[in-house]
């Protein structure tokens, strides 16, 4: 991994579904907040900035994370995955390499998975690189739309907004990617908010890198556990039965 890195971790959400005030990655697994099991496993692959973008409660995330060295963006309001990594644009815009973008309740993607994502984004010369898993349940999750090679990334498309025919696919967008971060930055200039649900999707300039001849690549989890965010006490009970042995 030769190419400069810097990475998002998207953390501004509430997690309405988990009943609770406190911010969703500062729920624990295994005694640790999610976030900071994810950042354990980043920090030590030599990046050169990482920032976490907060917004809910974003001062308890602020203090959490005094000794970690990371810079914070705010998304004061919540407008999309794609509006979200924008905020860090006044810290990244001008930066020349490859940004990793991960969700911070996604505490356990594997070291093997995020250098194969650099390894794969790197070969290709790829714009961008999608890290994609088989769900045996992808309900609720964006589907990966192949070129007709299928090897290579053609779009995303959300739950929300896919036909039925879509949803039959069980591959799933993990929200992890690399990005060429000047590329990243100019497609997030063009995002629209025209879906379902009126956001800015992250997953939209796939489709807008695609459209510009860009090469889209594609990196399949070995383990979709890995993958797997939490929405919910629930969900996270389970990932800490399946991961605690590994934090």
């Avoid at 005030?21 to 624990?28: A, G, Q, R, S």
């Avoid at 984004?121 to 999608?130: E, I, K, L, S």
């Avoid at 997953?203 to 399949?220: E, H, P, S, W």
Wanted: with cysteine; aromatic share 8%.
């Amino acid at each position: 991994m030769t190419s400069k890195k810097a990475a998002i971790i998207l953390a501004a959400g509430q997690g309405k579904r988990m009943n609770s005030d406190l911010p969703k990655v500062l729920h624990n697994i295994g005694g640790k907040p999610m976030i900071k099991i994810l950042l354990d496993r980043l920090i030590p692959l030599g990046f050169e900035q990482i920032v976490v973008v907060i917004g809910y409660k974003g001062e308890q995330l602020q203090s959490a994370l005094a000794d970690y060295p990371i810079s914070f963006a705010w998304q004061r309001e919540q407008l999309g995955t794609g509006h979200a990594v924008q905020m860090a644009k006044d810290l990244l815009e001008e930066f020349e390499g490859t940004t990793l973008i991960a969700a911070g309740d996604v505490p356990f993607l594997s070291i093997n998975s995020i250098r194969e994502l650099f390894r794969v984004h790197q070969d290709n010369h790829a714009a961008a690189t999608c890290l994609s898993a088989i769900f045996e349940d992808p309900d609720g999750y964006g589907r990966i739309i192949r070129d007709k090679s299928g090897e290579f990334l053609s779009k995303i498309v959300e739950h929300k907004d896919a036909s039925d025919e879509i949803r039959e696919i069980n591959e799933i967008n993990s929200g992890t990617f690399c990005f060429d971060n000047l590329k990243l930055f100019t497609a997030l200039g063009e995002l629209k908010n025209n879906n379902a649900q009126g956001e800015y999707y992250l997953t939209d300039t796939i489709k807008i890198l695609n459209d510009k001849g860009l090469r889209v690549a594609i990196v399949q989890a070995e383990n979709p556990d890995e993958v797997q965010g939490v929405n919910s006490m629930d969900q996270l009970e389970e990932l800490a039965e399946k991961f605690v042995y590994r934090t």
